[in-house]
């Protein structure tokens, strides 16, 4: 595979971006599903289990057996994604902390789907075309900061309603909303 430093070296983004992605996968291998695990570590409230990622990517992978993984995030994301890039497999992908921020983006043009907690990649995958699944906590609900004007967004609220604290776990979002959600947009 390409090193993010020489797919992102010459050409445009969004070639370089195509170029990066075919050494992930293969014509053929779909949906690339990018996820965003976590967000700022002040805001980790608004964080999805790890467990619960994991699980809905098993179910991603039952249902389209050729399904691609990319893993983004920051440099403080990396253990955590390495972790689920190990329980998903040769299929994921783990580039946190590799990329520059515009070439995280042109990546995300890319995606068959994209799956997110509310934090500033899902804010900036908000202004792309590809679908997207947008996890939301109830102390900073879609109602109050989600997209606007998007077509192809499926918002996930968290069950219990706005406004709650901060302390509500995220886990409470079970596995299944967000599934139903992903069936959906790729459908």
């Given at each position: 595979?390409?090193?993010a430093s020489q797919a992102f070296r010459t050409g445009t983004l969004q070639?370089?971006?195509?170029?990066?992605l075919g050494a992930i996968a293969r014509p053929g291998e779909a949906p690339l599903v990018g996820l965003q695990i976590a967000g700022f570590h002040a805001t980790s409230y608004r964080d999805w289990p790890l467990g619960h990622f994991a699980a809905?990517?098993?179910r991603i992978a039952a249902r389209w057996p050729k399904a691609r993984f990319l893993l983004f995030g920051g440099e403080a994301e990396r253990d955590r994604t390495a972790e689920l890039a190990q329980r998903i497999g040769p299929r994921a992908a783990n580039i946190a902390g590799r990329l520059r921020l515009r070439e995280s983006a042109?990546?995300?043009g890319e995606l068959d789907l994209y799956i997110g907690v509310d934090t500033g990649p899902t804010h900036i995958m908000s202004a792309l075309d590809a679908p997207m699944v947008a996890l939301y906590h109830c102390h900073s609900s879609s109602q109050a900061i989600?997209?606007?004007e998007r077509p192809r967004c499926y918002v996930v609220d968290h069950p219990r309603p706005?406004?709650?604290?901060?302390?509500v776990p995220m886990d409470e979002l079970g596995v299944e909303a967000v599934w139903a959600k992903v069936v959906e947009a790729l459908q």
């Open positions: 595979m390409l090193s070639a370089s971006a195509r170029r990066f809905l990517c098993s042109a990546l995300m989600g997209p606007l706005a406004p709650c604290g901060p302390e």
